[in-house]
Protein backbone atom coordinates (compact mmCIF):
# COMPACT_ATOMS: atom_id res chain seq x y z
CA UNK A 1 0.00 0.00 0.00
CA UNK A 2 1.43 3.39 -0.80
CA UNK A 3 1.88 5.67 1.94
CA UNK A 4 -0.40 8.90 0.28
CA UNK A 5 -3.24 6.38 0.65
CA UNK A 6 -4.98 7.08 4.44
CA UNK A 7 -5.98 3.59 6.41
CA UNK A 8 -9.28 2.89 6.30
CA UNK A 9 -9.84 3.59 10.21
CA UNK A 10 -8.72 7.23 9.51
CA UNK A 11 -11.45 7.38 6.45
CA UNK A 12 -13.81 5.98 8.99
CA UNK A 13 -13.03 8.45 11.29
CA UNK A 14 -13.54 10.90 8.84
CA UNK A 15 -16.91 10.47 7.48
CA UNK A 16 -18.16 9.80 10.99
CA UNK A 17 -16.75 13.16 11.41
CA UNK A 18 -18.76 14.39 8.43
CA UNK A 19 -21.78 12.78 9.26
CA UNK A 20 -21.89 14.47 13.31
CA UNK A 21 -21.26 17.74 11.00
CA UNK A 22 -24.28 17.58 9.09
CA UNK A 23 -26.28 16.13 11.85
CA UNK A 24 -25.74 18.95 14.40
CA UNK A 25 -26.44 21.47 11.13
CA UNK A 26 -29.85 19.65 10.41
CA UNK A 27 -30.09 20.07 14.56
CA UNK A 28 -29.59 23.96 14.33
CA UNK A 29 -31.68 24.42 11.01
CA UNK A 30 -34.56 22.39 13.06
CA UNK A 31 -33.98 24.26 16.08
CA UNK A 32 -34.28 27.96 14.56
CA UNK A 33 -37.38 26.87 12.34
CA UNK A 34 -39.06 25.97 15.36
CA UNK A 35 -38.30 29.18 17.25
CA UNK A 36 -39.25 31.19 14.29
CA UNK A 37 -42.36 29.62 13.87
CA UNK A 38 -43.25 29.90 17.61
CA UNK A 39 -42.32 33.96 17.88
CA UNK A 40 -44.60 33.99 14.45
CA UNK A 41 -47.49 31.43 16.37
CA UNK A 42 -47.20 34.55 18.90
CA UNK A 43 -47.54 37.42 16.76
CA UNK A 44 -50.14 35.93 14.94
CA UNK A 45 -52.19 35.38 18.86
CA UNK A 46 -51.57 39.07 19.50
CA UNK A 47 -52.72 40.27 16.55
CA UNK A 48 -55.94 38.20 16.67
CA UNK A 49 -56.36 39.33 20.11
CA UNK A 50 -58.25 42.40 21.66
CA UNK A 51 -57.45 45.76 19.32
CA UNK A 52 -54.83 46.76 22.34
CA UNK A 53 -52.89 44.27 21.50
CA UNK A 54 -53.18 44.16 17.79
CA UNK A 55 -52.15 47.39 17.98
CA UNK A 56 -49.44 46.63 20.03
CA UNK A 57 -48.18 44.05 17.98
CA UNK A 58 -48.20 45.90 15.09
CA UNK A 59 -46.09 49.13 16.50
CA UNK A 60 -43.62 45.96 17.68
CA UNK A 61 -43.41 44.64 13.98
CA UNK A 62 -42.51 48.69 12.75
CA UNK A 63 -39.62 48.77 15.53
CA UNK A 64 -38.44 45.26 15.25
CA UNK A 65 -37.94 45.24 11.00
CA UNK A 66 -35.13 48.57 11.22
CA UNK A 67 -33.69 46.77 14.61
CA UNK A 68 -33.46 43.86 12.59
CA UNK A 69 -30.90 45.55 10.57
CA UNK A 70 -28.51 45.80 12.78
CA UNK A 71 -27.15 42.10 13.39
CA UNK A 72 -27.81 41.41 9.96
CA UNK A 73 -25.15 44.09 8.69
CA UNK A 74 -22.88 43.41 11.86
CA UNK A 75 -23.50 39.60 11.42
CA UNK A 76 -22.29 39.87 7.90
CA UNK A 77 -19.36 42.57 7.86
CA UNK A 78 -18.14 40.76 10.92
CA UNK A 79 -18.51 37.03 8.87
CA UNK A 80 -16.21 38.31 6.25
CA UNK A 81 -13.69 40.38 8.58
CA UNK A 82 -13.39 36.81 10.55
CA UNK A 83 -13.90 34.44 7.42
CA UNK A 84 -10.47 32.61 8.65
CA UNK A 85 -11.83 32.00 12.36
CA UNK A 86 -14.40 29.07 11.82
CA UNK A 87 -16.69 29.32 14.68
CA UNK A 88 -16.53 33.27 14.84
CA UNK A 89 -17.48 32.92 11.40
CA UNK A 90 -20.22 30.42 11.81
CA UNK A 91 -21.37 32.26 14.76
CA UNK A 92 -21.92 35.77 12.88
CA UNK A 93 -23.48 33.82 9.86
CA UNK A 94 -25.97 32.68 12.69
CA UNK A 95 -26.96 36.18 13.62
CA UNK A 96 -26.82 37.49 10.52
CA UNK A 97 -29.50 35.24 9.38
CA UNK A 98 -31.48 35.95 12.61
CA UNK A 99 -31.07 39.36 11.70
CA UNK A 100 -32.43 39.05 8.21
CA UNK A 101 -35.23 37.08 9.26
CA UNK A 102 -36.43 39.83 11.75
CA UNK A 103 -36.18 42.23 8.92
CA UNK A 104 -37.43 40.49 6.06
CA UNK A 105 -40.54 38.70 8.06
CA UNK A 106 -41.74 42.20 9.85
CA UNK A 107 -41.80 43.58 6.37
CA UNK A 108 -44.22 41.39 4.98
CA UNK A 109 -46.01 41.28 8.35
CA UNK A 110 -46.45 45.19 8.22
CA UNK A 111 -47.23 45.33 4.39
CA UNK A 112 -49.90 42.62 4.57
CA UNK A 113 -51.66 43.33 7.66
CA UNK A 114 -55.34 42.81 6.43
CA UNK A 115 -56.58 39.99 8.05
CA UNK A 116 -53.08 39.34 9.96
CA UNK A 117 -52.40 38.05 6.33
CA UNK A 118 -48.31 38.61 6.50
CA UNK A 119 -48.56 36.76 9.55
CA UNK A 120 -50.23 33.59 8.16
CA UNK A 121 -47.61 34.10 4.59
CA UNK A 122 -44.94 33.65 7.45
CA UNK A 123 -45.92 30.70 9.34
CA UNK A 124 -45.98 28.89 5.39
CA UNK A 125 -42.56 30.20 4.21
CA UNK A 126 -40.78 29.39 7.47
CA UNK A 127 -41.21 25.43 7.42
CA UNK A 128 -40.60 25.40 3.67
CA UNK A 129 -37.43 27.39 3.95
CA UNK A 130 -36.78 25.04 6.50
CA UNK A 131 -37.77 21.94 4.61
CA UNK A 132 -35.11 23.23 1.77
CA UNK A 133 -32.54 24.06 4.24
CA UNK A 134 -32.76 20.32 5.23
CA UNK A 135 -32.66 19.18 1.61
CA UNK A 136 -29.67 21.07 1.15
CA UNK A 137 -27.61 19.83 3.85
CA UNK A 138 -29.01 15.96 3.27
CA UNK A 139 -29.44 15.28 -0.48
CA UNK A 140 -27.58 15.91 -3.74
CA UNK A 141 -27.21 18.98 -4.79
CA UNK A 142 -29.42 18.49 -7.72
CA UNK A 143 -32.11 17.19 -5.70
CA UNK A 144 -31.76 20.70 -3.88
CA UNK A 145 -31.92 23.17 -6.66
CA UNK A 146 -34.89 20.77 -8.04
CA UNK A 147 -36.29 21.11 -5.06
CA UNK A 148 -36.22 24.99 -5.10
CA UNK A 149 -37.27 25.57 -8.63
CA UNK A 150 -40.31 23.76 -7.99
CA UNK A 151 -40.84 25.53 -4.82
CA UNK A 152 -40.72 28.87 -6.37
CA UNK A 153 -42.90 28.03 -9.18
CA UNK A 154 -45.75 26.28 -6.79
CA UNK A 155 -45.25 29.92 -4.89
CA UNK A 156 -45.45 31.76 -8.13
CA UNK A 157 -48.58 29.85 -9.13
CA UNK A 158 -50.58 30.37 -6.04
CA UNK A 159 -49.51 34.01 -6.10
CA UNK A 160 -50.93 34.74 -9.76
CA UNK A 161 -54.28 32.75 -8.48
CA UNK A 162 -54.62 35.25 -5.60
CA UNK A 163 -53.45 38.02 -7.41
CA UNK A 164 -56.29 37.79 -9.78
CA UNK A 165 -58.47 40.72 -7.98
CA UNK A 166 -55.45 42.83 -6.13
CA UNK A 167 -54.93 45.58 -7.68
CA UNK A 168 -51.42 46.96 -7.63
CA UNK A 169 -49.83 43.53 -6.86
CA UNK A 170 -51.64 42.09 -10.24
CA UNK A 171 -48.35 43.78 -12.05
CA UNK A 172 -46.06 42.58 -9.63
CA UNK A 173 -46.85 39.23 -9.43
CA UNK A 174 -46.86 38.96 -13.66
CA UNK A 175 -43.61 40.81 -13.59
CA UNK A 176 -42.40 38.29 -10.52
CA UNK A 177 -43.47 35.36 -12.74
CA UNK A 178 -41.71 36.40 -15.69
CA UNK A 179 -38.68 36.69 -13.94
CA UNK A 180 -39.13 33.22 -12.49
CA UNK A 181 -39.51 31.87 -16.44
CA UNK A 182 -35.87 33.50 -16.96
CA UNK A 183 -34.54 32.22 -13.78
CA UNK A 184 -35.99 28.67 -15.21
CA UNK A 185 -34.23 29.26 -18.52
CA UNK A 186 -30.95 30.12 -16.81
CA UNK A 187 -30.52 27.35 -14.72
CA UNK A 188 -31.25 24.85 -17.25
CA UNK A 189 -28.63 26.86 -19.06
CA UNK A 190 -26.20 26.42 -16.07
CA UNK A 191 -27.07 22.61 -15.91
CA UNK A 192 -26.00 22.28 -19.65
CA UNK A 193 -22.72 23.83 -18.77
CA UNK A 194 -22.10 21.83 -15.56
CA UNK A 195 -23.03 18.53 -17.76
CA UNK A 196 -20.06 18.61 -20.10
CA UNK A 197 -17.73 19.27 -17.25
CA UNK A 198 -18.71 16.71 -14.88
CA UNK A 199 -21.20 18.61 -12.68
CA UNK A 200 -19.02 21.85 -12.56
CA UNK A 201 -19.46 25.04 -13.50
CA UNK A 202 -16.38 27.32 -13.69
CA UNK A 203 -14.57 25.54 -10.87
CA UNK A 204 -17.98 25.24 -8.49
CA UNK A 205 -20.06 22.13 -7.91
CA UNK A 206 -23.80 22.47 -9.05
CA UNK A 207 -24.26 18.53 -9.67
CA UNK A 208 -23.31 15.35 -8.11
CA UNK A 209 -20.95 13.33 -10.54
CA UNK A 210 -23.51 10.60 -10.73
CA UNK A 211 -26.49 13.28 -11.53
CA UNK A 212 -28.91 12.20 -14.13
CA UNK A 213 -29.43 15.01 -16.36
CA UNK A 214 -32.87 14.21 -17.66
CA UNK A 215 -34.66 13.91 -14.27
CA UNK A 216 -33.50 17.63 -13.70
CA UNK A 217 -34.22 18.99 -17.46
CA UNK A 218 -37.95 17.25 -16.49
CA UNK A 219 -38.77 19.09 -13.49
CA UNK A 220 -37.33 21.84 -15.05
CA UNK A 221 -39.61 22.08 -18.00
CA UNK A 222 -42.93 20.85 -15.48
CA UNK A 223 -41.89 23.91 -13.67
CA UNK A 224 -41.55 26.67 -16.62
CA UNK A 225 -44.53 24.83 -18.33
CA UNK A 226 -46.35 25.11 -14.90
CA UNK A 227 -45.82 28.96 -14.22
CA UNK A 228 -46.35 29.91 -17.62
CA UNK A 229 -49.90 28.47 -17.72
CA UNK A 230 -50.71 30.13 -14.36
CA UNK A 231 -49.11 33.48 -16.00
CA UNK A 232 -51.74 33.23 -18.60
CA UNK A 233 -54.69 31.48 -17.47
CA UNK A 234 -54.98 32.36 -13.67
CA UNK A 235 -58.50 30.06 -13.11
CA UNK A 236 -55.70 27.36 -14.22
CA UNK A 237 -53.33 28.31 -11.32
CA UNK A 238 -54.53 25.87 -8.64
CA UNK A 239 -54.23 22.52 -11.07
CA UNK A 240 -50.73 24.09 -11.76
CA UNK A 241 -50.30 24.33 -8.55
CA UNK A 242 -51.56 20.17 -8.02
CA UNK A 243 -49.53 19.39 -11.03
CA UNK A 244 -46.46 20.82 -8.98
CA UNK A 245 -46.97 19.52 -5.87
CA UNK A 246 -47.50 15.94 -7.41
CA UNK A 247 -44.27 16.39 -9.38
CA UNK A 248 -42.20 17.59 -6.06
CA UNK A 249 -42.88 14.46 -4.33
CA UNK A 250 -42.25 12.32 -7.11
CA UNK A 251 -38.36 14.14 -7.27
CA UNK A 252 -38.08 13.88 -3.73
CA UNK A 253 -38.73 10.36 -3.40
CA UNK A 254 -37.01 9.35 -6.75
CA UNK A 255 -34.06 11.18 -4.62
CA UNK A 256 -34.46 9.96 -1.39
CA UNK A 257 -34.63 6.30 -3.46
CA UNK A 258 -31.11 6.84 -4.89
CA UNK A 259 -29.42 7.44 -2.17
CA UNK A 260 -30.38 4.15 -0.64
Known amino acids: MSSNK ?125 VLALVFLLYQRECFLASLALAGALFTAWARGASVYAGGWKIAVIAGGVLGLALLAALAYLARMAQGADGKVKEIRLFSPECDYRVFYGVLAVAFVCVAVALLFPAAAQYAMWAIGAVLLAELAYYTAKMM
Open 6 to 130: KPISQKRAEREQQENLILNRVFAVFLAALAAECYLLVLYRLAAGTINSMLGCYQFLDVITWVGLIPLLAGAVIAWVKRGERRLRTAMIWTACAGAFLTVSGWVMTQFSNDNKGIIIMCVLVPVAA
